[in-house]
């Protein structure tokens, strides 16, 4: 009797030890989606997740948490530890913009050894970011690194491995009919899921590629200077056969255009996009404010609102012509605070270059050829305005 009673006990305490927590920060469908589960299939050219559903592919061993796109993970989001217990190995020093699962491994990652032969690891983490050493000891929840996309990625996201006693393992247990089976590891386990849902959409100028979309391009204001205006949206769970339609409709309310696409695959994590021709090709295109709503089967999805209008010469903008006080260098010094800063080349386009910072009075960009630029950013009571400068 006295011996069950240990057993029992010590039975218990390894549960609790094995309680996980979901290995990143933010909320469950909202600034991250599972996309893809641990493969239970062990047969080659099979898979299913432990919902005995399609979340996974062959071979996938690990559960990946991805994040809605590369501004977000710019933004930073912690990844960090599911459990405590001790850093047992780590690797940095990886590029973290990978936008491809040809080559590569886990990238940057973390591994922690939770004791009683439970590890977890974490990888793809962006470079120069863990927070942890090799033999620190970590609570639950501690951050130990940024989410990034090194390794073999497509996008930013945890890729979390489980290992007990020598074995990787699935941490959601199993649960095909409605009951598990198999008890998941967590203590409260992210909700299965796999309905259609809107992650984020906007409209962007030029023709943007997939490897664009990525990026989260956002500018709902198009100027006379763009040649074309795509739509985007992105989202999770399309399946095969689903039609989604853009309807694109001008200031006075009437229809311009109307796309169609049918996937002929299904995706877990899409994306569908569209474009018209800009002010540059379509000459007659009307300016002022345009609508696009979006449809899968019928059923609508979601609407944007952007403006076409000419750049610069708005009611209510104020173009100053400022030279930057030092050419040679990649910064300008504003007169006044501003922020949601964009750069345009002399055509009205906006130029893809990233900001590192936009603070207060001063503007770094990554890198401008010569040439006379637009910088167009809100100031403080919100009012949108337009400097000149030039890069020698
Ligand atoms: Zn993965």
Not at 112 to 118: A, K, M, N, Y
Not at 179 to 206: C, G, R, T
Request: net charge negative.
């Amino acid at each position: 009797m006295k011996q069950t009673c240990i057993t029992l006990l010590l039975v218990i305490a390894g549960l609790i030890r094995a309680q996980l927590i979901a290995p990143l920060e933010g909320i469950e469908n909202k600034d991250w989606f599972v996309v893809n589960y641990v493969d239970r299939d062990t047969s080659s050219g099979d898979s299913t997740d432990y919902h005995c559903g399609n979340l996974t592919y062959d071979g996938h061993w690990g559960t990946d948490f991805v994040l809605r796109d590369f501004r977000q993970m710019d933004d930073s989001v912690y990844a960090v530890a599911a459990a405590s217990g001790r850093v047992y190995f780590t690797h940095d020093g990886d590029f973290d913009r990978s936008k491809q699962a040809d080559t590569g491994g886990y990238g940057n990652f973390v591994s922690i050894d939770h004791g009683d032969s439970l590890f977890t690891l974490y990888a793809h983490l962006r470079k120069n970011s863990l927070l942890v050493q090799v033999g620190d000891s970590v609570t639950q929840g501690q951050r130990i690194a940024l989410v990034g996309s090194s390794g073999k990625s497509l996008h930013p996201h945890v890729h979390f491995e489980v290992y007990k006693d020598g074995w990787i393992v699935d941490p959601f247990g199993l649960q095909c009919d409605g009951f598990p089976s198999v008890e998941s590891m967590f203590n409260v386990a992210p909700v299965y899921h796999n309905e259609l849902q809107y992650i984020s959409s906007s409209v962007a100028p030029d023709t943007l590629h997939l490897d664009d979309l990525r990026e989260d391009p956002r500018q709902t204001h198009i100027t006379s200077g763009d040649s074309y205006i795509t739509y985007w949206v992105h989202g999770l769970s399309i399946d095969s056969g689903d039609v989604t339609r853009a309807d694109w409709y001008e200031p006075s309310g009437t229809l311009w255009h109307s796309d169609s696409f049918t996937f002929d695959v299904g995706y877990r994590y899409w994306w569908y996009y569209t474009y018209i021709y800009g002010p540059v090709i379509q000459k007659n295109i009307p300016f002022g404010s345009w609508h696009v709503k979006s449809y899968v089967n019928g059923n609508l999805f979601d609407s944007v609102s952007f403006t076409i209008g000419e750049l610069g010469v708005e009611d209510g903008r104020k173009v100053e012509l400022l030279l930057s006080p030092n050419p040679a260098r990649d910064y300008l010094l504003v007169p006044t605070p501003l922020k949601d800063v964009k750069i345009f080349d002399i055509l009205g386009k906006q130029v893809q270059t990233r900001i590192a910072m936009a603070d207060a009075l001063r503007i770094e960009w990554d890198q401008l050829r010569a040439g006379v630029y637009y910088l167009s950013g809100k100031n403080e009571a919100g009012k949108e305005l337009i400097l000149k400068f030039m890069v020698e």
